[in-house]
């Protein structure tokens, strides 16, 4: 229902008899010209110039460093894109290897072979690449949001 | 009160030179138009004050988008009413209009009395229109008739406003010798 439609319907619910005639413009002009006027409190003009100043002490927002965050982007959108194009590759690959159980538990075999073969140290090694790749990203990070750079 | 263009124009050509004071200036002198402006829309006065406080400090926001083609006030009051009319579609105003106070002038209990309630009944009426009708309203009468400035106030084309004005003003007159009805039946 319209507001319009929704005022129509709230007075046609008064069933009181009118009383009056029409109001003319000119009445209307007359009662809706002298409302009822207040003042301002007496602090209010200090207190928006507090607000005002407030506003103007608070410093500028910091603009996002695009210069610097860029290339970080870059490389992250590339690796991102890396890992989704081998995840597809991935799954091309398993789909079109037939579905017989001996021959996934032979992926899965295969999978699992450097674990079980002693070749667990390469592992390690990408594993503690991973976490320093890891810990020099926040290091970077938290220097590029403290300015220090 | 004494206004005059050039005294904003300087006062707004020091604020954005860094003199902050000078806004007080500004302040001053349209802060009475701007607290009514908001209390002819929300018929509260604190909340009158609060959202002419925010529109000051947006006006301050934003001085630099005043393109000295209008005058000052015009912009401000384009900034304010928008502003106002945002923040009432937001939270609501509700003014019952059967809702007649008591007068506070004790003279006018020996015979102002019905006049008086129903100038008040006339005023809240306002109140029940749609929205748009309403605010054409509103500021038609806050800028003493001055449809131009009323008009440029919403944003609209002189002609769109009219056409609410009257339609407004058709429903008001229309409608309110019910309206008054209910105000004489609650005072018997």
């Known amino acids: 229902m319209s507001e319009e439609m929704m005022f129509e319907a709230m007075m046609s619910g008064v069933t009181t008899n009118s009383v009056g005639g029409k109001m003319n413009n000119d009445e209307l002009d007359r009662i809706l010209s002298r409302p009822d006027d207040i003042q301002p409190s007496s602090g209010f003009a200090a207190s928006v110039m507090d607000a005002v100043r407030a506003e103007a002490a608070a410093p500028p927002p910091i603009p996002f460093p695009w210069t610097r965050a860029l290339p970080v982007l870059l490389v992250a959108a590339l690796a991102l894109l890396a890992v989704a194009i081998a995840g597809i590759a991935a799954i091309v690959q398993i789909s079109r290897q037939p579905a017989a159980p001996e021959l996934a538990a032979s992926w899965w075999s295969s999978a699992l072979a450097p674990y079980t073969s002693g070749a667990v140290g390469t592992d390690l090694a990408w594993t503690a690449a991973a976490l320093l790749a890891a810990f020099v990203s926040v290091r970077v990070s938290m220097r590029l949001a403290s300015g220090k750079v | ?188």
């Open chain 2, 1 to 188: 009160m004494a206004m005059s263009a050039a005294d904003d124009q300087l006062a707004v050509e020091r604020v954005l030179g860094g003199d902050i004071s000078a806004f007080e200036e500004i302040v001053r002198r349209w802060q009475s138009p701007l607290v009514n402006l908001a209390f002819r829309f929300c018929h509260d006065r604190g909340r009158a004050e609060e959202m002419a406080q925010e529109a000051f400090l947006r006006a301050y926001r934003n001085l630099k988008q005043w393109r000295k083609e209008a005058a000052f006030s015009t912009w401000l009051f384009a900034l304010a009413t928008n502003f106002y009319r945002s923040e009432l579609r937001r939270i609501p105003v509700y003014v019952p209009i059967d809702d007649v106070r008591e007068p506070t002038d004790p003279r006018a209990q020996d015979g102002g009395l019905e006049e008086e309630d129903r100038n008040r009944a006339v005023r809240r009426a306002v109140f029940a229109l749609p929205e748009k009708y309403r605010e054409a309203l509103v500021l038609f009468y806050f800028h003493e008739m001055d449809v131009p400035a009323a008009a440029r106030s919403l944003s609209l084309p002189e002609g769109t406003f009219k056409a609410r004005l009257f339609r407004g003003r058709e429903i008001l007159r229309g409608k309110l010798p019910q309206l008054l009805a209910v105000a004489r039946l609650k005072e018997a």
